[in-house]
């Protein structure tokens, strides 16, 4: 049992009754986020890349929670730079932590970390694909479509997929419909939408586009729903 928590964007909360953990903590400059970063309490925090609508309240929430921050070695490097835990692994690594696996997977994206006035390098962007409480999921990150999400849909058999959206930055609709054909994964929730004007799309042309290849379910901020 896993339970899957949205707190817009790409951030969501997993929990299995025993662990918790958070992927991408954009919270106080969120405007969609209905906790915020001194609300959360975790045993990790995942980034998938240094961009700050990913990375956002990572570092204070790790603080808080004496967690990790687990990402790439460049994210996680930055983020030990200002005082937290971490775990650095990269593309294509897996490690087993106490709450779960971890495996990093490719995406199509950037990362540069935006600190004070100066532009950080943060590496390459990355997604996820988590084993927790029996079940696995995939987290996209930032990316565009690529093909290679067909081999992540034949490495691992998931039971749920975290795709964006919004366009503009990322995939959007038409794309991540295609993109469930590629991962083939039982459910889908869609993310990194409508946070910004710039990503406005609805999930449920989305939804529509992916038909009967997966069960789509669309989560206000906020909103929850237990992977059985
Ligand atoms: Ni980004
Ligand atoms: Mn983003």
């Known amino acids: 049992m896993v339970k899957v928590e949205y707190q817009g ?39 998938t890349h240094g961009h700050f609508d990913h990375l956002g309240n990572a570092v204070e929430i790790a603080k808080n929670n004496d967690a990790p921050v687990i990402s ?3 994210v996680v490097g930055y983020c030990q730079g ?16 106490p709450w779960g696996t971890l495996r990093l997977t490719v995406a199509h994206h950037a990362s540069t970390i935006v600190d004070g006035g100066n ?4 590496g390459s962007p990355c997604g996820f694909v988590i084993g927790m409480g029996g079940k696995k999921i ?16 034949e490495l691992e058999e998931l039971d749920l997929a975290l795709l964006p959206i919004g366009s503009n930055f990322t995939m959007g609709v038409e794309d991540a419909a295609r993109a469930v054909e590629f991962l083939k994964p039982k459910k889908v929730i869609p993310m990194h939408y409508n946070t910004f004007d710039v990503i406005k799309q609805d999930p449920q042309q989305f939804k529509n586009l ?3 290849k997966a069960e789509v379910i669309i989560l206000n901020p ?7």
């Open 210 to 212: 992916v038909g009967g």
């Open 138 to 153: 995939y987290h996209a990150g930032d990316t565009a479509l690529f093909f290679d999400m067909k081999l992540i849909g």
């Open 9 to 47: 964007h790409a951030c969501f909360i997993l929990d299995d009754g025993n662990h918790r953990i958070i992927i991408d903590p954009f919270l106080s400059d969120n405007p969609l986020a209905k906790v915020q970063p001194s609300d959360v309490k975790v045993n990790a925090v995942l980034v």
């Open 72 to 74: 790439v070695f460049e």
């Open 82 to 97: 200002k005082g937290t835990d971490g775990h650095p692994m990269h593309l294509g690594g897996t490690h087993s932590f």
């Open 119 to 122: 532009l950080v390098p943060g």
């Open 222 to 228: 906020g909103e929850s729903y237990t992977l059985e």
